[in-house]
């Protein structure tokens, strides 16, 4: 209980690392301790700028075909991975600036996704900090 009360009281960079660890903490006690440090491992490959290759990333294949010629358009692609409920929800997103493939912020609701955009046999996407959807090109 000592430990909580220490972790309650962080601020700054230390109260991400707090709810981090109560984070595992939980996961351990409801899940084991194999699934809780499996769950870490992802996310600091998610989020920590990391390995975003592993089964911690939602994904999907896509096929090459669809990204040559004019490309794949990115809120469906967005709406298909379930980053967006709907093209509008997805427009709204890009047009604030919410939106990146990869580690560009995308402004373009008309935007395409194109075999450039795909890095070591996938694209990234990403909305705001914390959703993330992987895109397997094959």
Same mark, same amino acid.
């Given at each position: ?27 351990? /006690?409801?899940?084991?301790?194999? &699934? %809780?440090? !499996?769950?870490?491992? #992802?996310?600091?490959?998610?989020? $920590?700028?990391?390995? +975003? ?29 379930? /980053?967006?409920?709907?093209?509008? &929800? %997805?427009? !709204?997103?890009?047009? #604030?600036?919410?939106?990146?493939? $990869?580690?560009?912020? +995308? ?32």
């Amino acid at each position: 209980m000592d430990r909580v009360r220490e972790l309650e009281s962080a601020e700054g960079k230390a109260i991400n690392d707090a709810k981090a660890q109560l984070a595992f903490e939980v996961t351990r /006690l409801v899940h084991g301790e194999a &699934e %809780a440090q !499996r769950c870490l491992d #992802g996310a600091k490959k998610a989020f $920590g700028g990391g390995d +975003v290759t592993g089964d911690s990333i939602p994904s999907a294949s896509l096929a090459a075909a669809d990204l040559e010629g004019e490309g794949a358009g990115l809120l469906s692609l967005m709406v298909g991975a379930k /980053l967006a409920s709907s093209n509008g &929800e %997805a427009r !709204r997103l890009v047009q #604030g600036g919410g939106v990146r493939i $990869g580690d560009a912020v +995308v402004k373009d609701i008309a935007r395409k996704v194109t075999a450039g955009d795909v890095t070591e046999g996938y694209v990234l996407l990403r909305v705001g900090k914390k959703k993330l959807f992987r895109y397997d090109v094959s």
